[in-house]
Nanobody, 115 residues
């Protein structure tokens, strides 16, 4: 089993920044992809960004330039740096790990962008 714990969410003013973290533990495989998704109230969960164990990254087109995903393989942790936040970024942000043809999800962390 794999456990994912997200942290770093909170309340931030428009234009501000937050850095989310997701720590993975349990039966971890070296070949993996970790990703961030978000779900706003009343909306479907949407892809934000992903990073492979090789370091290759990809982003939702609408978020390129504002969000940056990075990883620390030694600590099995992935980060999401979010800059220039907008009220539309308000959502629960979930971490996902893909390995050995299985997906694992964290509980999520709330991000609220409001003045």
């Amino acid at each position: 089993q794999v456990q994912l714990v997200e942290s770093g969410g909170g309340l931030v003013q428009p234009g501000g920044s937050l850095r989310l973290s997701c720590a993975a533990s349990g039966m971890l495989f070296a070949i993996n992809t970790m990703a961030w998704y978000r779900q706003a109230p009343g909306k479907q969960r949407e892809f934000v960004a992903a990073i492979q164990n090789t370091g290759h990254t990809r982003y939702a087109d609408s978020l390129k330039g504002r969000f940056t995903i990075s990883g620390d393989n030694a600590r099995n942790t992935v980060f999401l740096q979010m800059n220039s936040l907008e009220p539309e970024d308000t959502a629960v942000y979930h971490c996902k790990r893909e390995q050995d043809r299985a997906d694992y999800w964290g509980q999520g962390t709330q991000v609220t962008v409001s003045s």
